[in-house]
């Protein structure tokens, strides 16, 4: 069940450079796209993403100057390459691939019941010349119940590469971590 | 040893979301900081990075409008954290963390040997506003004698994902790979 979770964690679910799934919705339906270009620009959060007129979701995304970042695990391998390979233009990619839509607190795109978190955003600025959409997180929301918390790293050649094994140097690095992470 | 890698390939060492090392040369010394808010805009490859003067390395990047991107594997943690949390207005880098600077091709920025790639990049523009420097990958060169490969993903609250397992969805996103890859 997704819970709420804390806005100045939210950098951290982008940071580590996951493919996420990006949901929109036209003012009919729902849309979801997926995404390996995604960039954290600061820990407020803001974020950018590069898209452009060759996703359909991008008319929509323009459009309501909203969307929701959904960051799936391992277990949805498929249906992340299967929703990054067709369109939503003939396709209904929620129904298509099992996919829960969850209605958000501060957005009209839906949230991912499936995925493992959710950040509700809103499109802060679009730079046209590099097709980068800046995004500002209003709201994000965790599942804690869930046992795959494996993310997955997109190549762009056709791999996938799932998290490994975690480290920490938080003691090395306490001096330089945003306060409240 | 660095050998020549094609630019066609280059975005496959980004995407994926790596913790990267920049160079620069400032026209006197050498300096490398850690930079983890990294995005692919494009397969020629272009490459955004967000960074500013709150980083020492900014000027030198501004001036040269040259730099590298080196990409450490998981037995470089402890220099990939070191050089985080200094500075190069006070240190020396490459010497206290034991990198060794090679001469790129394109750019008076080192190649650091240690690493598993190097992009050899050039600074396209500065989206001033975001704190975004857009990048275009003009040679880059990869360790294809190195045993590990596994590169790191900075969580951004001190913790490191290390790569895990490779999963191949090759032939249902054949279709949508761009050429050469």
Redesign the interface.
């Known amino acids: 069940m997704m819970a709420p979770m804390p806005l100045a964690?939210v950098?951290?679910l982008i940071?580590?450079?996951?493919v996420v799934l990006v949901t929109t919705h036209d003012g009919k339906r729902h849309n979801v796209m997926t995404i390996?270009?995604?960039?954290?620009?600061?820990f407020t959060p803001?974020l950018?993403?590069?898209t452009g007129p060759w996703n359909h979701s991008y008319a929509a995304l323009r459009k309501s100057r909203e969307c929701v970042i959904a960051v799936p695990t391992?277990d949805l391998?498929?249906q992340v390459?299967?929703i990054?390979?067709c369109t939503g233009a003939d396709t209904d990619k929620f129904e298509r691939f099992g996919l829960t839509p969850l209605p958000g607190s501060c957005v009209g795109a839906p949230l991912i019941k499936e995925c493992l978190a959710n950040i509700e955003c809103r499109v802060v600025?679009i730079?046209r010349?590099?097709?980068?959409v800046?995004l500002e997180g209003l709201a994000a929301h965790l599942d804690r119940a869930r046992r795959e918390r494996?993310t997955?790293?997109?190549?762009?050649?056709?791999?996938?590469?799932?998290?490994?094994?975690?480290?920490?140097?938080?003691?090395?690095?306490?001096?330089?971590?945003?306060p409240d992470?």
């Open positions: 964690r950098f951290t940071e580590p450079g996951p390996s270009w995604t960039m954290v620009t600061d803001t950018a993403i590069t391992v391998l498929d390459v299967g990054g390979t600025d730079v010349r590099h097709n980068i800046v494996r997955l790293h997109a190549v762009g050649d056709g791999h996938f590469v799932v998290d490994g094994p975690r480290l920490s140097r938080r003691a090395k690095m306490r001096a330089k971590l945003p992470v």
